[in-house]
T-cell receptor, first 112, second 112 residues
Framework: AQSVTQLGSHVSVSEGALVLLRCNYS??????LFWYVQYPNQGLQLLLK??????LVKGINGFEAEFKKSETSFHLTKPSAHMSDAAEYFC??????????FGAGTRLAVHP | DTAVSQTPKYLVTQMGNDKSIKCEQN?????MYWYKQDSKKFLKIMFS???????INETVPNRFSPKSPDKAHLNLHINSLELGDSAVYFC???????????FGQGTRLTVV
């Protein structure tokens, strides 16, 4: 069965610092992987996705993630954090039954 | 144009009442979902419909009954509301297995 583990429920960085949000998955089939962002009192917005092809995927707002099959990881990074990046981030894997399984989420705080 | 729209955005009701949440998508997607997000932000799938047919039912109490009159609509009816039903409910839709899900803005249900 597929599952997603996000290491660190809270991450705090300084404005301008590197953002690294960790995601590990388990999947019995080639995974489709997603990162979503949720701003307060809003729905989920897609940041980026990996389906097939290039393992380094670029998303919106300067975020990118690298699919590493050997490490079963799909960590999200951004070179320089901005105050507006403060939000909840969710990693997700799609199962063979077309079900989207989410990690527990990581709250990113950005301080001046 | 809102891709996935839910109504109402907020719903406050007493225990024991029956309430419905409506969801509509104008993306032409075949698959729609209901997710529940608890107070710790954990997202759990409840139901999935594909072209009006129930595909996934994740051991949700039978007080919850989804209804899909057509593939653009997936409504959620909840009978005999309980305090534990308080959460944010998200509707989502997707075109296929390797595509992202689009989420509505959520319905914050508070049972008092």
């Amino acid at each position: 069965a597929q599952s997603v583990t996000q290491l660190g429920s809270h991450v705090s960085v300084s404005e301008g610092a590197l953002v690294l949000l960790r995601c590990n998955y388990s999947s019995s089939v080639p995974p489709y992987l997603f990162w979503y962002v949720q701003y307060p009192n809003q729905g989920l917005q897609l940041l980026l996705k990996y389906t097939t092809g290039a393992t380094l995927v670029k998303g919106i707002n300067g975020f990118e993630a690298e699919f590493k099959k050997s490490e079963t990881s799909f960590h999200l990074t951004k070179p320089s954090a901005h105050m507006s990046d403060a939000a909840e981030y969710f990693c997700a894997v799609r199962t063979e039954h077309n079900k989207l399984i989410f990690g527990a989420g990581t709250r990113l705080a950005v301080h001046p | 144009d809102t891709a996935v729209s839910q109504t109402p955005k907020y719903l406050v009701t007493q225990m024991g009442n029956d309430k419905s949440i409506k969801c509509e998508q104008n993306l032409g997607h075949d698959t729609m979902y209901w997710y529940k997000q608890d107070s710790k932000k954990f997202l759990k799938i409840m139901f999935s419909y594909n072209n009006k047919e129930l595909i996934i039912n994740e051991t949700v109490p039978n007080r919850f009954s989804p209804k899909s009159p057509d593939k653009a609509h997936l409504n959620l009816h909840i009978n005999s509301l309980e305090l534990g039903d308080s959460a944010v409910y998200f509707c989502a839709s997707t075109a296929g297995p390797n595509t992202e899900a689009f989420f509505g803005q959520g319905t914050r249900l508070t049972v008092v």
